[in-house]
């Protein structure tokens, strides 16, 4: 009696891999869509003062950089990430001192600027290489600069111990270089060209993070390389479109921040993608329209997210002109930026508790009486409006729009 052969379970197995195939009138509408979003975003972010750009452009990297290390449960240093990302766009003279932060910014930095250079293993393995500058991951030891090689299976796994849930397992270290091999041969061939009728830009992008992470080529940060390939490959789709528009911008569309945001609906689509379906050989095929409609879709939703956040930017800037026309003192114009950095609640922030005169006393080291002046003086020139009376009385930052937390009290 012969033994059955095991049922093929993942895409990679399936006969026809790596050939994935997508339903393009079933994505028209949402690429339509978010071809429109990414165009609003950057009329938007082209209309603002150079300076303005330069903020949400370095304020929107430091958020990506956050976001693609936190959906791998790792956790940045805030002011180095800053430091080092205002290095790499020119508007600092040091990096910051993490090196591991550093690596990371490194490879998300090169995939855009250097979108253009060929793709190969041996880039590929020096971005690896950067995230794990101690060739380290936490204190296990891992193969940097290199593909993996162990025996064991590659898993993703989750559960306590003894309970474990094998959500996917890639192909065998062995066929990891052959598999690369067909993976960057294929980004090359399908490389857009300016006027050329080619693959859609965003399709594209789905894909190469599909196939790479289908793969998982390294011992680890495959999920930060994958998502530097997307952006890559985005950075190649916006220079065909327009060849003076700077790649760097890819950072601006917040795709690694959606992704962070709904988490749980990213793993669940690439785990799906992943997974050959029906249980006849015949019922099994290599279509990810599914997985390419939740990337398109949701590269719309963080074209979007991202428009609010140039918005903030101009509403500041438009403010910071008009409190420019008012003789302010020294002591309001710190509050007031103060204010204005808190941002509001529908960016997630806001200035807790609103602002009180033993606060701007606080703040501005004066007395409460001058504290009550200044205050009095910046609501007569309508930069700052009040709520509540009395004791409750709170002073917020008077921006159309701008909705600050609630008082407690």
Not at 21 to 35: C, E
Request: glycine letters at 8%; one cysteine or more; a neutral charge.
């Amino acid at each position: 009696m012969t033994a059955q052969t095991p049922r093929p379970r993942y895409i990679w197995q399936h006969p026809a891999w790596p050939q994935l195939t997508f339903d393009s009138t079933a994505l028209a509408s949402a690429l339509d869509q978010a071809r429109l979003e990414q165009g609003r975003l950057l009329g938007l972010l082209g209309a603002i003062g150079l300076d303005e750009a330069n903020a949400v452009q370095r304020e929107l990297w430091v958020q990506e950089a956050l976001a693609t290390a936190a959906i791998e449960g790792e956790q940045l240093n805030l002011e180095s990430l800053r430091s080092s990302v205002a290095h790499r766009l020119s508007l600092a003279d040091a990096p910051g001192a993490d090196r591991s932060v550093e690596g990371l910014v490194q490879v998300m930095g090169d995939a855009l600027a250097n979108h253009h250079a060929a793709l190969d293993l041996d880039r590929l393995c020096r971005w690896q290489s950067a995230l794990f500058p101690g060739g380290t991951s936490g204190i296990t030891r891992i193969a940097v600069g290199r593909l993996r090689e162990h025996l064991d299976a590659m898993q993703i796994v989750s559960g306590a111990l003894g309970r474990e849930v094998v959500h996917y397992e890639a192909p065998a270290s062995v066929q990891v270089a052959s598999e690369m091999d067909r993976l960057l041969a294929w980004f090359e061939h399908t490389r857009p060209a300016a006027g050329a009728a080619a693959m859609n830009g965003i399709v594209r992008a789905a894909l190469v993070h599909l196939w790479f992470e289908s793969i998982h080529p390294f011992e680890d940060g495959n999920g930060r390389l994958g998502r530097a390939l997307a952006d890559m490959a985005l950075a190649q789709d916006m220079h065909a479109r327009d060849t003076q528009a700077n790649p760097a911008l890819v950072q601006v569309y917040g795709m690694a921040h959606q992704m962070l945001k709904t988490r749980a609906g990213y793993y669940d689509a690439l785990n799906r993608a992943q997974r050959l379906r029906g249980i006849a050989p015949e019922a099994r095929t290599l279509d990810v329209t599914a997985w390419v409609l939740w990337f398109v879709e949701s590269f719309g939703q963080a074209c979007i997210a991202s428009q609010a956040v140039v918005r903030d930017a101009t509403n500041k800037a438009q403010f910071r002109q008009r409190a420019a026309q008012c003789q302010t003192n020294e002591r309001q114009r710190k509050v007031l930026e103060r204010l204005l950095e808190a941002g509001h609640v529908g960016s997630g922030g806001g200035f807790l508790g609103g602002m009180t005169t033993d606060k701007y006393a606080k703040i501005t080291g004066t007395s409460k009486a001058t504290a009550t002046r200044d205050l009095a003086d910046l609501l007569i020139r309508g930069l700052l409006r009040v709520e509540g009376v009395g004791k409750a009385t709170r002073y917020a930052v008077n921006v159309p729009g701008w909705e600050q937390p609630p008082i407690k009290g």
